[in-house]
């Protein structure tokens, strides 16, 4: 377990916290730690075994992307807040995310499949752009599987992408209790697969809505109700 520790990380392609290629079935506990960093705060690398286990509570978490993922991964974030900025003007840095879970199968992968499932509760996400860059908050690639699952907990954007982006069939996302868009964001959600809405997503923003599958018997209220139509 690491607590209590403040940390501020810079330089190009920095990490905070990174599982390391060749670690095996690691699990790491982060509470009540702050931890800004350059480039990824937290990164799970690829080439590793089992299943790495994160678990962070009553953290705050930033970054370009405050996490990075290439493996097989169980993450819960638990009363935190977690931020990412992009500020790139660049093609390849200029489109990014807060929460990113790579597709091992594309060009920078290493042609293996893994799953990632994370949990959010009672938890702050946020991401923030330049004029000129996007960035999302929630970024599942093509070829990812996993679940997302959001307990009374928030999505603030200001950037320029997506609050919710989810180009995967096989990844589920599930809404227990509460998930609330904030209404300053103008952010869209993209879900291919299936959203699981066992409790209420309270939409105030202003983005388009587009869903695989709506499973569950939960609703949606908030300014922004008829996109959901």
Do not use: H, P
Not at 3 to 20: D, H, L, P, Q, W
Not at 140 to 150: E, I, K, L, S
Not at 175 to 203: A, F, R, Y
């Amino acid at each position: 377990m690491i607590k209590n520790i403040e940390m501020e990380i810079s330089g190009t392609y920095s990490r905070g916290v990174n599982f390391a290629k060749g670690c095996y079935n690691t699990e790491v506990v982060l509470e009540d730690i702050e931890l800004n960093v350059g480039y990824y705060a937290l990164n799970i690398s690829q080439g590793i075994n089992g299943i790495s286990k994160l678990d962070v509570i009553r953290s705050e978490i930033s970054g370009y992307a405050a996490l990075n993922v290439w493996s097989d991964a169980e993450i819960t974030f638990t009363d935190s807040k977690i931020f990412s900025e992009n500020e790139y003007t660049v093609e390849n840095e200029g489109n990014f995310a807060t929460i990113v879970i790579n597709n091992a199968l594309g060009d920078n992968g290493d042609g293996s499949t893994f799953r990632t499932d994370i949990t959010f509760v009672r938890t702050e996400l946020n991401a923030a752009a330049s004029s000129t860059s996007t960035q999302n908050v929630i970024n599942y690639r093509a070829n990812t599987f996993g679940t997302v699952t959001f307990v009374d907990s928030r999505i603030n954007g200001s950037g320029i992408g997506y609050a919710i982006s989810i180009g995967s069939e096989d990844v589920v996302v599930v809404v227990d209790e509460s998930l609330i868009i904030s209404d300053n964001s103008e952010m869209e959600i993209l879900i291919e697969g299936t959203l699981e809405l066992n409790g209420i997503i309270n939409d105030n923003g202003k983005g388009s809505v587009t869903i695989g599958e709506l499973t569950g018997n939960g609703y949606v209220t908030g300014s922004n109700v008829s996109a959901w139509a």
